[in-house]
């Protein structure tokens, strides 16, 4: 039965991960300091034998007595709402945090994977993006905090695969959804399941034309775990190529609710990205994965996850 240790494991991502790998046979030891992740992500895992939970902050140092497998860095802040109120602390976690990561898997002669993100590759002029596109980002931006943790923690990821021979994997998410997203999370999807099922305006930034791709939960770790058996080293995109603007997604969320909300646009945030759009061509020969939950599919679970926090 092998040990398999995720930082951030009470997080979105996380926790599903989590809830994944005790389904696949593994021990799973969940390290979170709870400040976005919430101990009801993983309420129902902790009385699985098999599950242990560590209250800690990843970006201070920790041991573990036992033999660990696998160690997948899942800790961060990961919506703008966070980051831009917790910047050193996602800048700590991505830089200390990972390097802490890396040791536990060195250490333990563990296979190791990072969770990075599409934010690498900033406002992109490379379109869809590739995993060879080496980003347009503003590293003294608000959204730098973020976008140049996780490239940093890449570089690390990289030093220690080189260096160390550590085996790592490096995934770049691109934006996913499902349930277990926080309402105040920020993000295109909770954002607008929040307002609409409030029958609220529903606040699109800039006109609504930015795009993005959305990849259902499900289909994200299916493809995390698939890239962890590979042999794979270099970066892999795991996102759905189906592009579509703000605005569309906030009509479709409007029109599946039948809510009486209206749309009303504020001004763009500073480096907001224009487009996002993942090339997953490498995914799809190196680890035969792609996304296979339609977006509607994927939002009726979690539309039905948001009614019952909606007035909790």
């Known amino acids: 039965m092998p040990t398999s240790l995720v930082t951030g494991g009470a997080g979105f991502l996380g926790s599903h991960l989590c809830e994944r790998l005790l389904a696949e046979g593994h021990r799973v030891i969940c390290v979170d300091n709870l400040l976005t992740g919430r101990r009801e992500n993983i309420a129902g895992l902790l009385a699985d034998p098999r599950f242990r939970f560590e209250h800690h902050d990843i970006s201070k140092p920790l041991e573990i007595g036992e033999k660990v497998d696998r160690v997948l860095h899942f800790a961060s802040p990961a919506s703008p709402v966070d980051y831009l109120e917790l910047p050193i602390q996602t800048l700590k976690v991505g830089s200390l945090g990972t390097h802490n990561s890396l040791g536990l898997a060195k250490a333990h002669g563990a296979r190791f994977l990072l969770a990075s993100t599409s934010e690498v590759y900033g406002d992109p002029l490379v379109h869809p993006q590739p995993e060879s596109y080496w980003g ?5 931006g608000p959204r730098g905090v973020y976008d140049e943790a996780k490239r940093f923690a890449e570089a690390m ?3 220690y695969h080189r260096y160390h021979g550590v085996d790592t994997k490096i995934v770049r998410i691109f934006n996913t959804y499902g349930p277990r997203m926080r309402l105040n999370d920020g ?3 909770p954002a607008f399941m929040s307002q609409v099922l409030r029958n609220e305006d529903v606040t699109v930034f800039g006109d609504g034309s930015q795009t993005r791709s959305f990849t259902y939960i499900t289909d994200l770790v299916d493809g995390i775990l698939r890239l962890m058996l590979s042999s794979e080293n270099d970066p892999v995109n795991i996102g759905n190529p189906v592009e579509m603007t703000i605005k569309q997604i906030a009509e479709t969320i409007i029109k599946m609710t039948g809510s009486t909300s209206k749309i009303v646009y504020r ?20 680890l035969g994965w792609e996304p296979k939950v339609q977006l509607e599919e994927g939002l009726v ?8 926090k909606v007035g909790a």
Request: no cysteine; hydrophobic share 30%.
């Open 136 to 140: 347009n980002v503003n590293p003294v």
């Open 157 to 159: 990821t990289m030093a």
């Open 187 to 189: 993000r295109a999807v």
């Open 267 to 286: 001004p763009l945030p500073t480096d907001d990205p224009k487009q996002r759009r993942p090339d997953i061509t490498r995914a799809r020969e190196l």
């Open 301 to 308: 679970k979690t539309i039905e996850y948001f009614r019952t």
